[in-house]
């Protein structure tokens, strides 16, 4: 089953995207809130603070909070529209079932979960446990994460349960597994304040990650730090940065490479830092060394003289202070292009200090914290290890069951949907995913959706992937429940209930909890009577793990606006800033470097294909736009995607300004229209990703995953343009 | 405001209760059918006569003011007499009586404003003229049982008090008095309900009028329930409640926000204007190519400013600001900003 | 009268704008004017650049709009805001709009109204921030007591400007690169020379 029951037309026409443009009851409408709530943005692993104002059960408008320390009431419009999502008419209400040439059918929730397990059942006992997988996300809270990360291994007995993290961090959080032995940014922002140099390396803060730009600008202003920006584009962020790299696609990790090899042969490293604190610099020292900077230009096409000052600029700073995200981390390398950067700071030893630190942008709401407690195929709770054998017996008896009971490393998410696609896993259960946009090569999802014997969907609207499931369960908002949530910063914060479900949706975890019952294995869930229930077995479950927050409780957050990991007792403050003195997490203490050579991408440019193609986000849009095509303030100032491209590439394929132009890789054809602007590289277009079916980028990008983190290449493949028509306006 | 008089509008003011006092006595038939009872209201009226008339001279010699009132006339007589005759008369119809646009700015505003406008404008057409000795009743030889009206003396129709128009005619008062309540009602709501009112309101300006308002059609209200249901019990108290009320209103009327109802006759001249720049010559932005209005409003505006001692242009040129778009102004800062700054963050870096 | 609008001051710096539309987003919120956003939010010329900016009301000291305005409409108060127009006395005839040198007044037809910056006015008037320097994630909207900005930016707060020979004082100050002398608005020379921000690669 599993494919769409109805034309897709009239899917959109009964569940949207529709765009809401007003709060319930109007712009008009008067007289206080009964309620206001602190809680939190959804949308970004900033986490900003934020208070919902809510009447009758609906939520009607926002406050800023700026008492609140990370953000200080300071919000982007996803942020400051966030609230619209709630009283939507595509809500989904209650359960539905996918019947053929009917649509999607109202059905109970007796029904909808007796299907559910009876088909649980018969797909395992036909075809093995591990036939039937499980697909989460990380803009769920950590109790949820830790509950399907639990029900999956112990209700389901399944190893392949992955996450939409796949997309976002594993590159970085493998990268700072190898080096630093722990998986978190190793500074609080409040470090960037206190820095001479930052350096941004793939990563468009300004639209991704918009109240950083606040600790970047304050620390130019107050310190005169420099800004130093590594990306194909001119974003607003890099606009008046001090330094721009403009690097090829793909080149980064020939960049830091080659800086590094810089900044040694300068004597500007800490070879006392190194001799005492990191381990694996002299193998490091010995590749970088052939890395020249004539080498570097003509690979990463950043001009020499940029590559120098730069180099300058990091060797003699006193404070300095890296950040990366997707940009250097969506590709086939994206480990080895963090680890470059890694050891590029470590030979510093600018690290672990008063602003001196390192850290990766979480891209998704709680991507920071989801995957350190288990829906991740390869972890357990506390950032813990599926496959050494002292973790698995720790949490096999926190969970009460056998270890040999306990499944082991699964497949990550792209694997999962290959395997589905190769007839290997026949169920799925999903939440929080909309891998129909957000995947590479969509038409390649699609079809294995279609394959699926049999497919059941939680989430609050119908996704472009749940319209192929067979049941649907109508889930929860974020402001729909309470829990915690894991920020950028490490920084554990309280989401609290604004308002409950409307109509028959009920919270995720109920949802799961009822499963589990059904499957048998309510004995292992019965005791969760709500999240706080399932936080303090978190608490347990993370004991002695790297991400340890045993000391963290529901009434400390509140009372210190979050608190950071590792927190090991109760009566410890938490760790704002990770490394110092030089301890990091490895069992000899030490952080290590890691060899990195330079490798091209896994799509080859040529005279077919001579265009580099990126993607990206938009700050009107997050993640497959789910929630913010349909909210109207966000998804009028960007209805659609565009692609970006500089006036000397334009000129040669005669395309002007708006006019209509089709972009062709080796996986498939995606038509849009142009925008010319001189803030891209000559060589390369930029194609936001929130859209799906013909609107969508992801019919362009490539299943070729990074052999360690499996992330696929989203930032670089190689395309062709042409143009199709004129500016129609 | 009081500063300085205003000679024209004393002269124009006084001039305008002569013309009044002309009509009483000759409406009333040099006075015989002048209530006396009435010299309240009369002395309140003449007030609020000569003030609002006062007022409105003084309003229309600021030269905004002037030059819009010219140039509507202008645009009126001019080769377009009938295109641009019959648009103010629909914007008459649409803007005054109907009150479309504030419908727009919000349903329930027109409502309550709608209410309130005509619950009044129906409440003076029958006030004054008795308060003038303008309209008396009286019963016709051979024909007790019915009434006749009089104007200016004059007899007119013959109607029977118990039939449709004579309930009407003794009802229209009790009608206003309803249509006011409500409306008064629903704009107290609003003013303490609404967070944004909350905060921007003033007591002079905002609820002092409605609270004259109300208190003139609850009195007014009263003394229709006296007379018909208490057979007259508190009527004279009550009667000189409602007289104090209806002179608040009356001398609030040219200094407060009542004043409104005349100003609002210059949004006639406002769609001359919008027309001007649908079917006239636009001004064209020399940086955008927009055409963000008409030459002719554009060169009012301009000459307003002068006229006012503000020197935008650029010398020995006519050229000023005024002359870009509003979008290009805002570029316009921007840029120059960004040039001062030589497009970096901040003036200390190279 | 409000010694909150006394001791706080409203500063703009276009230079630090990343063009997100937190501010125009949030604007629509204030409780005065709910679904209509008063400020502005616009791209230079995105061909060129990304550069965008904000404009709001400048709160002139002598507003050209309120002394334009035939209907009496738009008020400043003692403490230095420049309110939008009254409702009961806006006609919607624009000329606020073609007399502002700063391009702010949005006049909406339909209405018959003109909606401007007040400062958020029902928020200043009781102590607290306009919603648009709230929300601004990166201070290129700033309100705050000016010894703050003083010290801590290195561009400087300036409120005066030339048009012509026409200089006018502002209670909203936009960072520039001296707070001495008014700034120069040479439309001669914008006329003629846009901005072009250097390009980083080799062409």
């Known amino acids: 089953m599993a494919k769409l029951p109805i034309a897709e037309e009239l899917i959109i026409e009964k569940f949207g995207p529709h765009l809401k443009h007003q709060p319930p009851g109007g712009w008009d409408q008067a007289g206080e809130p009964d309620r206001r709530v602190k809680t939190h943005c959804c949308f970004c692993g900033q986490q900003c603070g934020i208070i919902l104002k809510v009447k009758d059960n609906a939520v009607v408008g926002f406050d800023p909070w700026e008492s609140f320390p990370f953000n200080k009431g300071k919000l982007c ?99 700072n597994k190898k080096a630093f032995g722990l998986d978190r940014a190793g500074n609080s922002w409040a470090d960037l304040l206190e820095t001479d140099l930052i350096l941004c390396a793939g990563t468009n803060v300004s639209e991704c990650a918009p109240i950083t730009t606040d600790y970047i600008w304050k620390a130019r202003d107050t310190r005169g730090a420099k800004l130093i920006v590594v990306d194909p584009r001119i974003t607003p962020i890099a606009r008046t940065a001090d330094l721009i790299l403009p690097v090829r696609p793909g080149t980064d990790s020939h960049l830091f490479n080659t800086l590094l090899n810089l900044i040694i042969q300068a004597g500007d490293i800490d070879e006392n830092f190194i001799k005492e604190h990191t381990a694996g610099f002299e193998d490091v020292k010995k590749t970088v060394a052939k890395y020249t900077v004539e080498e570097c230009e003509r690979i990463t096409g950043v001009p020499a003289k940029s590559i120098r000052t730069a180099a300058e600029w990091w060797g003699k700073a006193k404070r300095s202070f890296l950040l990366h995200a997707r940009g250097i981390e969506h590709h086939t390398k994206g480990v080895d292009n963090v680890l470059s950067c890694i050891n590029f700071v470590l030979a510093t030893g600018r690290i672990g200090k008063v602003g001196c630190g390192y850290a990766t942008i979480t891209g998704q709401g709680n991507g920071q914290g989801g995957r350190e407690h288990g829906h991740k195929c390869d972890q357990l709770p506390g950032n813990r290890d599926i496959t050494n054998p002292e973790h698995r017996q720790y949490i096999s008896k926190v969970w009460g069951i056998e270890e040999k009971d306990l499944p082991g490393k699964g497949l990550s998410a792209q694997e999962i949907l290959n395997e589905i696609h190769a007839g290997k896993i026949k169920g799925l259960l999903s939440i929080c995913f909309n891998p129909l946009v957000s995947l590479p090569d969509s038409k390649f999802t699609r079809e294995a959706l279609e394959k699926l014997e049999f497919y059941a969907n939680i989430d609050f609207f119908l996704s472009e992937t749940a319209q192929h499931a067979d049941i649907i369960l109508p889930g929860s908002l974020h402001e729909e429940d309470e829990g915690t949530s894991t920020s950028a910063e490490g920084r554990v914060i309280r989401l609290q209930k604004a308002v409950n479900p409307p109509g028959e949706a009920k919270v995720d975890w109920e949802i799961f909890l009822e499963i589990a019952r059904r499957l048998g294995k309510g004995k292992y ?171 969508s980028i992801n019919r362009l990008t490539q299943r070729a995953l990074d052999p360690i983190s499996k992330i696929p290449e989203f930032k670089m493949s190689a395309v062709r343009i042409e143009k199709v028509s004129e500016n129609s306006l | ?299 009012d505006v301009k000459s307003i400013l002068r006229e006012l001692g503000f020197e935008f242009e650029v010398a020995h040129e006519k050229f000023s600001v005024q002359d870009l778009s509003p979008q290009a102004r805002r570029q316009l800062l921007m840029t120059t900003q960004h040039k001062r700054l030589k497009g970096k963050f901040d003036i200390v870096r190279e | 009268m409000s010694t909150w609008l006394e001791e706080n001051d409203l500063f703009i710096d276009p230079q630090r704008c990343i063009g997100c539309r937190a501010c125009e987003a949030a604007c629509a919120e204030c409780d005065t004017h709910r679904g209509v956003p008063m400020i502005h939010l616009e791209p230079l010329d995105r061909a060129e650049s990304v550069k965008t900016g904000p404009t709001l009301c400048m709160h002139c000291d002598d507003p050209a709009c309120a002394a334009v305005c035939p209907a009496d409409a738009i008020k400043r108060t003692d403490d230095g805001v420049v309110q939008s127009s009254l409702k009961p006395r806006c006609i919607g005839c624009s000329n606020c709009q073609i007399a502002c040198p700063f391009g702010v007044p949005k006049v909406y037809r339909a209405r018959a109204q003109m909606n401007k910056c007040d400062m958020c006015y029902d928020r200043t008037s009781v102590g607290l921030k306009p919603m648009c320097a709230t929300v601004c994630p990166s201070e290129a909207i700033f309100f705050g007591p000016k010894s703050v900005v003083e010290t801590q930016r290195k561009n400087k707060a300036n409120n005066q400007f030339i048009f012509g020979k026409q200089k006018i004082t502002t209670k909203v100050h936009i960072m520039m690169d001296t707070s001495e002398d008014p700034v120069n608005m040479d439309i001669v020379d914008f006329m003629s020379v846009g901005i072009e921000d250097s390009q980083p690669w080799e062409m």
Request: hydrophobic share 40%; charged share 20%.
């Open chain 1, 77 to 175: 419009p996803k942020g400051v529209k966030r609230y619209m999502q709630g009283s939507h008419p595509d809500r989904l209400l209650y359960p539905l079932e996918n019947r053929s040439g009917e649509g999607y059918v109202r059905t109970s929730w007796d029904a909808a979960y007796s299907k559910t397990v009876a088909e649980i059942q018969r797909i395992q006992s036909q075809y093995g446990k591990d036939s039937f997988a499980v697909l989460s996300g990380v803009s769920l809270s950590n109790e949820k994460s830790y509950l399907i990360g639990k029900f999956a291994r112990v209700a389901l007995e399944t190893a392949n349960l992955d996450y939409n993290g796949r997309l976002c961090m594993v590159s970085a959080g493998a990268g």
């Open chain 1, 525 to 695: 869930f019965d005791h969760f009577k709500n999240p706080e229930d399932m936080f303090n077995e978190l608490r347990v479950a993370s004991k002695g793990g790297t991400a340890d927050y045993y000391g963290i409780t529901y009434d400390k957050i509140d009372k210190n606006m979050g608190v950071f990991w590792p927190c090991p007792s109760l009566d410890h403050p938490g760790t704002p800033r990770l490394f110092e003195n030089g301890k990091f997490y490895h069992p000899d203490g030490k952080a290590h470097f890691n060899v990195v050579e330079y490798k091209p991408s896994a799509d080859i440019i040529n005279e077919e294909y001579p265009i580099y193609l990126t993607t990206g986000r938009v700050i009107y849009q997050y993640l497959s736009g789910t929630q913010t095509r349909r909210i109207g303030f966000l998804s009028d100032q960007c209805p659609d995607p565009y692609v970006e491209m500089h006036p000397l590439l334009a000129e040669k394929y005669g395309i002007k300004d708006g006019d209509r132009v089709r972009i062709t890789s080796r996986r498939g054809t995606v038509e849009l229209n142009a925008k010319v602007v001189k803030t891209i590289r000559p060589d390369t277009v930029f194609v936001p990703y929130h859209w799906a079916g013909k609107k």
């Open chain 2, 1 to 299: 405001m009081f500063m300085k008089l205003h000679k024209e509008g004393v002269l124009r003011g006084l001039g305008g209760v002569a013309l009044l006092s002309v009509l009483i006595v000759v409406g009333s038939r040099k006075l015989v059918y002048f209530d006396a009872a009435l010299i309240p209201y009369l002395i309140a009226t003449i007030f609020a006569i000569f003030g609002s008339i006062y007022r409105y001279s003084v309003w229309l010699s600021r030269p905004p003011t002037n030059i819009l009132w010219k140039r509507s006339l202008k645009l009126i007589f001019s080769k377009y007499f009938f295109a641009n005759a019959g648009l103010v008369i629909k914007a008459f119809f649409e803007n005054m009586l109907l009150q479309k646009f504030i419908g727009r700015r919000s349903p329930y505003r027109w409502i309550m404003h709608f209410l309130l406008a005509w619950g009044c404008v129906l409440g003076f057409a029958v006030t004054f003229p008795l308060v003038f000795g303008w309209l008396h009743f009286s019963n016709p030889p051979g024909h007790e049982h019915m009434y006749q009206l009089y104007i200016f003396g004059f007899p007119a129709m013959i109607f029977d008090p118990y039939g449709f128009i004579g309930y009407a005619f003794f009802n229209m008062l009790n009608l206003c008095s309803i249509m006011i309540i409500i409306g008064t009602v629903m704009a107290f709501s609003r003013r303490l309900m609404h967070p944004g009112d909350i905060t921007t309101q003033s007591f002079a300006h905002d609820l002092l009028p409605l609270l004259i308002l109300f208190g003139v059609a609850v009195s007014g209200l009263f003394l229709t329930f006296s007379t018909h249901y208490l057979g007259g019990h508190q009527y004279r108290i009550l009667s000189t409640i409602h007289c104090w009320t209806v002179v608040a209103f009356l001398v609030y009327l040219p200094f407060g926000k009542f004043f409104h109802i005349f100003q609002r006759a210059s949004q006639m001249g406002a769609e001359l204007y919008i027309h001007e720049k649908q079917e006239g010559q636009l001004a064209i932005c020399p940086k955008t190519g927009e055409g963000f209005t008409s030459q002719v409003q554009k060169d």
